[in-house]
């Protein structure tokens, strides 16, 4: 019973993925969009406080769908993110 729900479950998630896959293929370039992000250094101090250096914003390429493909996140997980912390 447990094998048989697992099994289940693995193939659902073969399935979502392939499926936000062939629909983000077929879109074709308009699957890509873009978002402004703001990238910015944490460098750790001495004393222990963390100095944060602003870089300049810039705009990250991103796939409009579910799940990263083609080597890009989603487009709704960088608009929740548009702040990017590089710790140093």
Known sequence: ?????????????AAIYIGDYAIARLRGPNALGSVQVQPYYAVPLKDGKTEFMMLDPEMQTCVKSLLPHFGYDPCWYLDGRKQQRIQM
């Open 1 to 13: 019973m447990v094998k048989r729900i697992l099994l289940t479950l693995v193939a659902l998630a």
